[in-house]
């Protein structure tokens, strides 16, 4: 199994308050990837990082921010949570190969 | 614009017997495809993947199947045993830019005993 680990796996915040999910690799992969996962949509990208400080947008990048100051651990903040930010998010890495291995994944509720 | 799709949300099975997953596509750009098998409360893994310039690949009791002139490919599980039943996604890898993976809306796939 790939080394990659997500905190918290839950979380219930209220609407307007921070949140910031860890994701932590030991592969020493280049690419980390935050999906969000919601019925209907399948796993959608939020950020990814293709090395220390160099990260980019992806499909729903709306109300997020991430940080990768390191090559193992890749934050994904949300600035003030709503409701429809409510879902299960997924950490990914992807090394040489063209597979990704994902996190176990923190279920965000926010109320 | 979902650019990978999968148009099936549930498939039932009886064990034993054959399960085909569709999925399709609208960027000629993709270059490889991945399906990934998920149990409730579990991450994605991965299962299975086919480079754009190959038709089949196989691994066991998985079978994927591409068409790049229909932009389609297809999963085949044979023969379907009742641990297969998860939710199934296909994915992409988009060979401009970062190399990401465009997903599915993902197939559940039930097999019964």
């Known amino acids: 199994d790939a080394g990659i680990t997500q905190s918290p796996r839950h979380k219930v915040t209220e609407t307007g308050t921070p949140v910031t999910l860890r994701c932590h690799q030991t592969e020493n992969h280049r690419y980390m990837y935050w999906y969000r996962q919601d019925p209907g949509h399948g796993l959608r990208l939020i950020h990814y990082s293709y090395g220390v400080k160099d990260t980019d947008k992806g499909e729903v990048s709306d109300g997020y921010s991430v940080s990768r100051s390191k090559t193992e651990d890749f934050l994904l903040t949300l600035e003030s949570a709503t409701s429809s930010q409510t879902s299960v998010y997924f950490c990914?890495?992807?090394?040489?190969?063209?597979?990704?291995?994902f996190g176990q994944g923190t279920r965000l509720t926010v109320v | 614009d979902q650019q990978v799709k999968q148009n099936s949300p549930s498939l039932s099975v009886q064990e034993g017997r054959i399960s085909i997953l569709n999925c399709d596509y609208t960027n000629s750009m993709f270059d490889y495809f991945l399906w990934y098998k998920k149990y409730p409360a579990e991450g994605p893994t991965f299962l299975i993947s086919?480079?754009?310039?190959?038709d089949k690949n196989e691994d066991g009791r998985f079978t994927v199947f591409l068409n790049k002139s229909a932009k389609h490919l297809s999963l085949h599980i044979v023969p379907s045993q009742p641990g297969d039943s998860a939710v199934y996604f296909c994915?992409?890898?988009?060979?401009?830019?970062?190399?990401?993976?465009?997903f599915g809306t993902g197939t559940r796939l039930t097999v019964i005993p």
């Open positions: 086919i480079s754009s310039i190959k």
């Open positions: 990914a890495i992807r090394g040489p190969g063209t597979e990704a291995f």
């Open positions: 994915a992409a890898n988009d060979q401009t830019g970062a190399n990401n993976l465009f």
